[in-house]
């Protein structure tokens, strides 16, 4: 298999020499409780939908993993959830939102920051404003030094903690699953996304983790802001004045389908991970599984600070193409 010059072989699968572009996000972490896993998984999932991309949906957010009894404020089970937004101000609004018509309304739950208090430099409201549901029936306790807020509601009492911190975050990691056929970029990317679910601290938040309209930044129509990543899309090339599939390396006719991953995390070094075990997963696909080549999203350092080079996340280590 020809590769392009500079890029590497793992496993057979062609690395680029490329790297994902990331840019600045706020994040903050919230606890959902409930009388049973189910419950907890209901609002979470509930919380987290319409959650994929800041380009329409305000925010982007995922269910970080399930908690266990002695993981939660009030010993019961749980699900933590990231949430992350462009600025504090519209992530405060998404929060808001989302916790009022997901979490409240979701029988016998509660809802925990996830964050420690004092980290970062901002706070979001939990039960700071959904207090007034309780349409001054609601009280407030203090305890070691917390506020909680106690509203009632037909199946007892909603249980919310004062305000949840908000950190710097960043969005955006990215890894381009280049395969022979569909078969082939849904085993790698599920293969990927089950290895990142593995780590903390980071959501994949498109349906399954996966994406199959990447985007480019602007488009021929005024009003888009982003549209189709045409660069990858195999039924346009020698269509496109740019083809990635055609330039990477392979015969265009090699790759019939190409999947993302998008990855947000609290930190550079979280994001970086992630993208280093789903890359691991995937390579460990191979050829075999219809794996070619794994690429990566960038705009030329143009969009953000935060650059992962696919290489360098792989220690430089790989086959001579």
């Known amino acids: 298999m020809a590769a392009a010059a500079g890029s590497v072989q793992r496993n057979g699968v062609v690395i680029d020499d490329t790297f994902a572009e990331a840019f600045p996000m706020k994040a903050t972490r919230i606890l959902v409780t409930a009388h049973t896993m189910e419950w907890a998984r209901h609002a979470g999932v509930s919380a987290t939908g319409f959650a994929t991309s800041v380009i329409a949906c305000g925010c982007e957010a995922g269910i970080e993993r399930e908690l266990g009894l002695h993981e939660t404020p009030d010993g019961r089970p749980g699900v933590s959830v990231l949430i992350f937004s462009m600025s504090g101000k519209e992530l405060g609004k998404q929060l808001e939102r989302r916790v009022g018509q997901c979490v409240l309304t979701c029988p016998t739950t509660a809802v925990f920051a996830g964050l420690p208090k004092g980290m970062g430099s901002d706070v979001a409201a939990l039960g700071k404003n959904l207090r007034f549901f309780g349409d001054g029936w609601q009280i407030s306790k203090v305890i070691d030094g917390v506020r909680y807020w106690r509203v009632p509601v037909m199946d007892g009492e909603f249980v919310a903690e004062e305000d949840t911190p908000v950190v710097k975050a960043v969005g955006g990691g990215n890894l381009l699953l280049l395969a022979r056929d569909t078969d082939g970029a849904l085993a790698a990317a599920e293969a990927a996304v089950a290895a990142m679910k593995r780590l903390r601290n980071v959501v994949m938040p498109f349906p399954g983790g996966v994406v199959r309209s990447g985007s480019k930044v602007g488009s021929r129509y005024a009003n888009l802001s982003a549209s189709t990543n045409d660069a990858f899309c195999p039924s346009l ?42 890359m691991e997963a995937a390579i460990g696909i191979g050829p075999a599984g219809g794996l070619l080549r794994i690429s990566a999203g960038n705009y030329g350092g143009k969009l953000g600070p935060f650059h992962f080079h696919l290489h360098k996340l792989l220690g430089n280590a790989g086959e001579a193409p």
């Open 237 to 278: 090339v020698g269509l496109v004045p740019r083809s990635e599939l055609a330039s990477g390396g392979e015969s265009a006719q090699d790759i019939g389908c190409v999947m993302e991953i998008v990855i947000d995390g609290l930190t550079e070094g979280d994001v970086a991970a992630a993208m280093r075990v789903g």
